[in-house]
């Protein structure tokens, strides 16, 4: 018996990399799973049919059950076709892992408007369409569902070279938030993933450590983002896990007033409200690098 035993799900950019691992393990908990990946290379470049049917022959080869989907998240039609894929083969759709993504980096300056625009394109567009027709099906079924917006560090804390991603990644962020609220009513759970796994996409930009392959080895990551799918999960939404290796982390908010008088007082004067902050400013937290969390 598996905790997804019946269940439907469908993850993007599941050809290689941390989407391969979640959607194995997703059908090793019983869920029959499309595998959508475009098949390209890591900068979002060609296209095939490979590595969405290797890993499907994967599963299958393992007593599970997907089935390939060859499109892109950023065209709608691809997307509307996902979801048509898990109806049409398994009758419907329980779980959405928004995952496919590229990158494109540059630091600020040297950044082109292409550059900008792919990457906040299969992000959060792509994020946004598959999201799109996967919540009307799980609305058209009422019995609720589970999401996962794969985001990233880069986009909830910052990282050099990455202004495209970043502002994608938190973009995916804030629409979890609000998608969260909104699913509340129906039983749909978003949550966002911030990972951090050795893949195609980062090989090159990790640290130097030894053992970096299996410390951050894309498995560990799934393990998280397959628990929210299941009924246990039911309550946890609207939230943000950083999972690095085998350590899962709680990414939450923290407010601090740094200035405050009655409201129906008169406004702060620029001078006060800089003396405020210079006397609040001591007592804030470091700003964090990616790697800390
Ligand atoms: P990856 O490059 O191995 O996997 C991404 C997959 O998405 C590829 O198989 C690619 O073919 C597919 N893809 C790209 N564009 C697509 C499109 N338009 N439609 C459908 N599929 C498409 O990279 P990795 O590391 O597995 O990344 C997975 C997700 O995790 C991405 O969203 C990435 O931004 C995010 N992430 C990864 C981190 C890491 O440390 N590996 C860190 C933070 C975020």
Redesign the pocket.
Known sequence: MGQLDGKVAIV??????????HALLLAQEGAQVVV???????H?AG?GTS?ADGVVDEINAAGGSAVAHY?????DA?AAGMVKTAVDNFGRLDILI??????RDKSFKNMSDDEWDIVI???LR?TYLVTKHAWQQMLDQGEGGRIVM?????GLIGNFGQAN?GAA?AGIAGFMRVLALEGMKYGITVNV??????????EDI?PDVPDLGER?A?EK?SPTVVWLCTNDAAKVTGRQFCV?GNRTSLLSWQVDVVAEKDALDTPWTVEEMGEAMAQSMETWPKLLKPMEV
């Not at 959508?36 to 890591?42: A, T, V």
């Not at 993933?193 to 980062?202: D, F, I, N, Q």
């Open positions: 993007t950019g599941a050809g290689g990399g941390l989407g391969r691992a959508n990946d475009l098949g390209g290379d890591r979002g296209g590595m499109g892109s998240v950023t065209d691809d928004n995952n496919a993504g590229i990158l394109d299969v992000h792509g794969t985001s990233s560090t880069s991603y990644k993933l911030a990972p951090a796994a050795l893949s195609r996409m980062t990790m951050l894309p990551v690095s």
